[in-house]
């Protein structure tokens, strides 16, 4: 839109739209004062007639010719004034005295003042994403000190665990150390305290003995005693002639180790009838090893220390006892010769 009443040349506005005649502005307000005379019927530069020695009806014609006149005048000017003269132009504040002022049409003025919203909008979004990478910068600040936190109790839980290890590997240390000392302290010097494991092949009776056996397991010796030959079926009773057998085993081996442990084991299939007087495996397996025991006590005078009993039940089962021949081999009674000696305790 045009504008009229903005300041002329000289004006502190910047690109202000002035008109092209720099003089049009007072043109403009002395024709509208004027008009506002001429329409309200007073025109102060004109005499009055009483002034004029020709007398009134001469000074009356010429004032009424005048006013119409003017009058008509007026109106044209006042329509110009109003409408416009429809060329405007765009001269900077800043532009040097003489240049020329730059003619805008209104499709210029439309383009501008798009360009102007796009540029706005521009701004606008740019604002946008400069708060949301404020927002994420803030947000990569927080991520970045809880990592910090976190890696810094990571480091404090491995400094821990690493004392902790050290702690470990030293106590290890030191058991190894006490478990060497106490190896060392218990190792038989020399062969003899062993000579159980090496005799193996020395000429025992016991081998000739009927329902008896000798084998080596480890560093022991175990002589098997067929319990089917010693008790009656289900109880800790010797029958006729077990104890000849006993006395006769018994003598091989306290001849040839009189000092060495024996342990009397009594084993049993599991399935045998039990009575109330030994209601589990266990008691029955317990009561015939003592009976055995009393058996190499008072018949051969063996150190009660020399001996001990042990009862398995039916834990250590030789063969499966699925048949009425394996349960036969399982129940039985083993003296077993071990390598540590009487004199050692």
């Known amino acids: 839109m045009p504008n009229f009443d903005g300041a002329g040349e ?10 092209v005649d720099s003089g049009f502005r007072q043109y403009q307000i002395f024709l509208r004062t004027c008009l506002l005379l001429s329409l309200t019927g007073h025109v102060a530069t004109i005499p009055r007639a ?10 009356l014609r010429v004032y009424m010719s005048f006013q119409r006149t003017t009058r008509s005048a007026l109106l044209i000017c006042a ?34 003042a798009a360009q102007q919203q796009q540029l706005q909008q521009r701004a606008d979004a740019l604002d946008r994403d400069n708060q949301e990478l404020e927002s994420m910068l803030a947000q990569s600040r927080q991520q970045m000190q809880l990592m910090r936190d976190q890696m810094v ?9 690493a004392d902790r290890l050290a702690a470990a590997q030293v106590d290890n240390q030191q058991l190894q150390s006490r478990t060497q000392a106490m190896t060392a302290s218990v190792q038989t010097p020399g062969a003899a305290e062993i000579r159980a494991n090496n005799t193996l092949l020395r000429p025992l009776q016991v081998a000739n003995v009927p329902g008896a056996s000798v084998r080596q397991d480890g560093d022991t010796i175990r002589v098997t005693l067929a319990g089917d030959q010693l008790f009656v079926p289900g109880s800790p009773q010797l029958k006729p002639g077990a104890d000849q057998m006993l006395r006769t085993v018994a003598a091989d081996l306290l001849t040839n180790y009189p000092d ?6 009594g084993h049993t299939d599991g399935g045998t009838q039990l009575g109330p007087q030994y209601p589990t495996p266990h008691h029955l397996s317990v009561a015939q090893a003592t009976v055995v025991y009393e058996q190499l006590r008072q018949s051969l005078g063996a150190a009660p220390e020399q001996l001990f009993v042990i009862g398995h039940g039916a834990n250590h089962p030789l063969v499966s006892n699925a048949t009425p021949a394996g349960q036969a081999q399982n129940r039985r009674v083993e003296l077993v010769v071990y390598p540590e000696t009487t004199r050692r305790r």
């Not at 060329?87 to 209104?106: E, K, M, N, Y």
């Not at 109790?153 to 665990?161: E, G, I, S, V, W």
């Open 10 to 19: 000289g004006s502190d506005t910047a690109g202000s739209i002035v008109p």
């Open 260 to 265: 060495h442990l024996i342990g009397i084991e």
């Open 153 to 161: 109790a990571t480091q404090d839980q491995l400094k821990a665990t």
């Open 79 to 112: 329509l110009l004034t109003t409408v416009g003269c429809g060329r405007v132009v765009f001269t900077p504040s800043s532009a040097p005295p003489g240049t020329q002022p730059i003619a805008l049409s209104p499709q210029q003025q439309q383009m501008l």
């Open 50 to 59: 009483s002034q004029s020695p020709y007398g009134s009806n001469l000074y």
